[in-house]
């Protein structure tokens, strides 16, 4: 039986993160399935709603907090690297809000393996202009980056052979968007990529998250925190190099 660990960073998803565990593990499969959860320090109840759901399904989920609050990127990453210290057969990456229905996630592993990762693209989100811009932008960057293009440059849903993520995590530790680097590592690296596309499952209808401090309240411009996060980024993507 394969052992398959899904790896998932949170932050502020207390109303939502049981419905995304029992979503996962509720599913019947011929593997083993893991959780591999990390709060990235939250403010709201996340955490002790994570504790309380893990007790339903013994030693399948695995929960760990960051001492402070350290950001997407460095949470995604510590994440990945418990779960590759679990030996998995296949390790998987998703975000905290579940953008992939459990029965969409099992179609993955009855995908057959010929490949090094196998990215998701993520079809019909619902996402302000700005945010639209700024996926268009992303896969541009990657293409000057790699000269290769990707359906979904960002996508924070792949699976990976555990061997193959072992070469690319310590090229984006400590980077603010490892998704991205990802992209362009395994294209420069001439990794077999394989692609399909799900479309996303919309756990918080009209909600764009709490990654940038929007609350519940659909917003049309960028604030001032997004704003700068990707300024930031965008330089990281130009200058890096990965020799």
Request: charged share 25%; with cysteine; hydrophobic share 40%.
């Amino acid at each position: 039986m394969k052992k398959i660990i899904v790896t998932m960073p949170v932050f502020n998803e207390s109303g939502i993160i049981q419905d995304v565990v029992r979503d996962f593990l509720q599913e019947q499969s011929k593997c083993k399935l893991e959780l591999v959860i990390v709060d990235d320090k939250s403010t709201d109840r996340t955490h002790q709603r994570i504790l309380e759901v893990s007790h339903e399904f013994p030693g399948r989920v695995h929960v760990f907090q960051n001492e402070q609050n350290l950001g997407h990127g460095p949470t995604f990453i510590r994440a990945l690297k418990i779960g590759l210290e679990m030996n998995p057969d296949l390790i998987v990456s998703c975000d905290g809000d579940g953008p992939i229905t459990g029965s969409d996630l099992f179609k993955l592993f009855d995908i057959k393996p010929d490949y090094d990762i196998l990215e998701i693209s993520r079809q019909k989100r619902v996402e302000p202009l700005f945010r639209k811009v700024t996926t268009q932008a992303t896969r541009m960057l990657v293409f000057i980056k790699s000269k290769r293009i990707p359906v979904d440059a960002n996508t924070p849903i792949r699976v990976y052979k555990p061997q193959i993520l072992n070469q690319i995590l310590p090229k984006v530790d400590g980077t603010k968007v490892p998704n991205l680097l990802i992209s362009i590592i395994s294209r420069n690296r001439r990794f077999n990529l394989m692609s399909t596309q799900v479309t996303v499952f919309e756990r918080k209808l009209n909600q764009p998250g709490t990654m940038w401090g929007q609350g519940l309240k659909p917003r049309r411009l960028p604030n001032l925190r997004f704003i700068k996060f990707s300024i930031s980024a965008l330089m990281d993507v130009l200058t890096f190099n990965e020799k």
